[in-house]
């Protein structure tokens, strides 16, 4: 059964979509399976309950799909071509569906676990790329084969280990990075109570109160994070400044972050 965030999420996808008629269809797709349901809530029970992780399910892969259609719409507004684009194979919707397969099913490898789980999703995400591509494209070899090569780019590369070419993954890795507000690590810091190793990012994350996303003032992009508590920088410099810092999409990027009633600090 999904979550009244889940259906929320799916709700400011599916109105940042309403231009784009085949993504569109392609996001609803992705709502209503059923297999790709229950593999995103595997692999949050996985990162929670076993391993003491911050959301890494259902809830979480929207977030990032909705930060990443946000990002990649703010470019078009201001003019600015994807890689699909500018390199004259793809229309912005096909970048546009790449980004939501890839906000969708980057993590599934939390099912089998934390290590090399980018690596992991690749395997798993592959074969619902397969069928949702036949189903929305279903006389387009070309398109499909297009759209899913960049949706497994941008899963492999979202953990800043893998080298990444194009924007639209640099821009996955961004919208993941910007996943980081208190309530992802909720759930884990009210079952864990024994002390362990990466805790730091859990009570980091709890300091995180709103990341904002809109047009900059002095680039396209510009992302603010608001805070309770120093311990929130942890988060900031050590996830999302790494992930901005290695994405193609960098230059597109204004960064800010602060305690509420301090000065905030300009990272890019």
């Known amino acids: 059964m999904k979550s009244q965030k889940q259906i929320n999420l799916e709700s400011k996808i599916i109105d940042k979509l309403k231009n784009y008629p085949k993504c569109l269809e392609l996001a609803k797709y992705l709502m209503e399976d059923e297999e790709l349901q229950v593999m995103q809530d595997y692999a949050n029970n996985v990162s929670i309950k076993r391993l003491g992780y911050n959301d890494h399910g259902p809830v979480h892969m929207r977030q990032v799909a909705n930060n990443a259609i946000k990002m990649l719409n703010i470019l078009h507004d201001n003019d ?11 229309t912005f919707e096909d970048s546009l569906c790449a980004v939501v397969l890839a906000g969708f099913m980057h993590d599934l490898g939390m099912m089998i676990g934390r290590c090399c789980h980018e690596e992991m999703s ?20 070309q398109k499909r084969t297009i759209i899913k090569s960049l949706a497994l780019e941008s899963i492999i590369g979202h953990m800043s280990t893998k080298a990444i070419h194009s924007i639209e993954a640099g821009i996955i890795l961004i919208a993941d990075g910007c996943d980081m507000t208190k309530g992802r690590a909720r759930i884990p810091l009210i079952i864990n109570h024994t002390p362990k190793v990466g805790d730091i990012h859990k009570y980091s994350a709890n300091a995180i109160e709103r990341v904002i996303i809109k047009h900059g003032d002095r680039k396209p992009i510009k992302i603010t994070i608001e805070m309770s508590g120093d311990v929130g ?12 810092n290695s994405s193609p999409a960098k230059e597109y990027i204004e960064l800010y972050a602060g305690v509420h009633g301090q000065q905030y600090k300009c990272y890019l």
């Open 122 to 141: 690749v395997a798993l995400a592959q074969p619902i790329i397969n069928r949702v591509l036949e189903a929305i494209f279903p006389d387009d070899i």
């Open 80 to 90: 600015i071509m994807t890689s699909l684009e500018k390199e004259e194979i793809g």
């Open 233 to 244: 920088f942890f988060q900031i410099e050590e996830v999302l400044f790494t992930k901005v």
